[in-house]
């Protein structure tokens, strides 16, 4: 497929777009964002024929947003990507990917360079379909496969693994570099952005993040219990914070924000206004 901008290639903020064919897995380019207004910008930066227009590069403009686990990130992030026009990327989701694919016997857990070899044979693409952002993994739909606990789980002994997280934070930061970005994760204000415009830590206290996580297990027909779900949250927040390679920490200079009893909207709207007098110009 050649998505090689022409002078009659509609454009969105600057990037040729085309029509979303998410069912059309066989045409999927890797490196695809679809843009909140259903086009999609396309720019890996492997394959310079999918370049976008000469001069209309978008600049990089970056949202690092960190926290611990169901601190808010994914609703706030993605909020504020949808009221800026920024591209959302949740990096918790190449993690829990690996973890997945590892369980599914692609890799033993304790086997640090096959994990590392799985990491860089997984192909993601991160698409919007009907309002909602799903992840593919080698061309199928894991979404869903990716919220279940033991995935969970696994995925923070695997981000403990530094071959692994060089080669997901490598793919994150040439994501970031294709133009604006809302992007979530542990590491991101740290490691991965350092040098991001705006950066946010999210808290919330261990009860309402387990309320939180236990209503979306319960929504999801996941029989959990909420004892199990705060267990599960202080292990992952221990690991995360523990390991030695890009513990969980607020980043230098970052805003510290809390989300107990506060709207995502309202949320969304200051991270927003951060980005303003940072610079962002809509
Ligand atoms: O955010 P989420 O719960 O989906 O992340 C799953 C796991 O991936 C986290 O517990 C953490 O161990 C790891 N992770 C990370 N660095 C990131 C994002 C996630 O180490 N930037």
Redesign the pocket.
């Known amino acids: 497929m050649n998505l090689r901008a022409t002078p009659q290639t509609p454009t969105f903020r600057g990037w040729a777009v085309q029509q979303p064919r998410v069912r059309d897995l066989a045409c999927r380019p890797y490196g695809r964002f679809l843009d909140y207004n259903g086009a999609v910008a396309y720019a890996p930066p492997e394959r310079s024929d999918l370049a976008p227009l000469p001069g209309s590069m978008p600049e990089p403009f970056a949202i690092a947003i ?1 926290g611990p ?2 601190s808010g ?2 609703s706030v992030g993605r909020r504020t990507a949808e009221l800026l026009g920024f591209r959302f990327l ?7 990917a690996a ?1 997945w694919a590892a369980l599914r016997g692609r890799a033993a857990l304790g086997d640090e360079d096959g994990l590392i070899a799985l990491a860089e044979g997984l192909a993601f693409d991160f698409v919007l379909c009907g309002g909602e952002h799903r992840v593919l993994v080698d061309g199928a739909d894991v979404t869903d496969r ?1 919220k279940d606990r033991v995935v ?1 789980g696994a ?6 693994v530094s071959g692994v ?1 060089r080669v ?2 490598a793919r ?1 930061r040439a994501i970031a570099r294709q133009g604006p970005i809302v ?6 204000g740290t ?2 952005l350092a040098d991001a415009p705006v950066k946010v830590y999210l808290t919330a206290s261990v009860e309402v993040r387990a309320a939180r996580r236990h209503r979306e297990f319960r929504a999801a027909g996941n029989p959990v219990s909420y004892c199990q779900v705060v267990s599960d949250l202080m292990r ?1 927040d221990k ?2 914070s523990e ?1 030695d390679d ?1 513990p ?1 920490r607020p980043a230098g200079g970052a805003i510290h924000v809390g989300t107990d009893g506060v709207s995502v909207d309202e949320l969304a709207q200051k991270i927003a206004g951060v980005a303003a007098r940072a610079g962002w110009k809509s």
């Open positions: 960190d686990a169901a990130k994914t949740d990096t918790g989701w190449m993690y829990r973890a990716l969970a995925s923070s002994a695997i981000a403990a997280r997901l934070v994150q992007m979530v994760g542990r590491d991101i490691v991965v992952r690991m995360d390991r890009s969980l």
